[in-house]
């Protein structure tokens, strides 16, 4: 099986900072994509920022300019950098990957359970 585990989660100020860290482990063959997504209470779960195949990022439009998303694929690791914390960016904070693992060999997605991201002052 594959495991994701996020940290560095917690509560921030409005205007303040937070490490987003998450590791992968299990029966990996390879990642191809890996990044963050984020639900808040009551709406749907949108992208933070995504890493394809260790080349194109993508960032959603909602913290755009905020974050800044890195891979280390020797770690099997992605970080999620945020700044400019507002409270509407309050969610749980998911890391997802697409691996390819040892059981089928095929890519399939991984979630990580999350990480509770509270900005308030």
């Known amino acids: 099986q594959v495991q994701l585990v996020e940290s560095g989660g917690g509560l921030v100020q409005p205007g303040g900072s937070l490490r987003l860290s998450c590791a992968a482990s299990?029966?990996?063959?390879?990642?191809?994509?890996m990044g963050w997504y984020r639900q808040a209470p009551a709406k749907e779960r949108e992208l933070v920022a995504v890493?394809?195949?260790?080349?194109?990022?993508n960032y959603g439009d909602s913290m755009e300019g905020r974050v800044t998303i890195s891979r280390d694929s020797a770690k099997k690791s992605v970080y999620l950098q945020m700044t400019s914390l507002k409270p509407e960016d309050t969610a749980v904070y998911h890391c997802?990957?697409?691996?390819?693992?040892?059981?089928?060999?095929?890519?399939?997605?991984?979630w990580g359970q999350g990480t509770q991201v509270t900005v308030s002052s």
């Open positions: 890493i394809r195949n260790a080349v194109t990022t």
């Open positions: 299990g029966s990996i063959v390879s990642i191809a994509d």
């Open positions: 997802y990957a697409k691996v390819q693992d040892r059981r089928s060999y095929l890519f399939r997605p991984y």
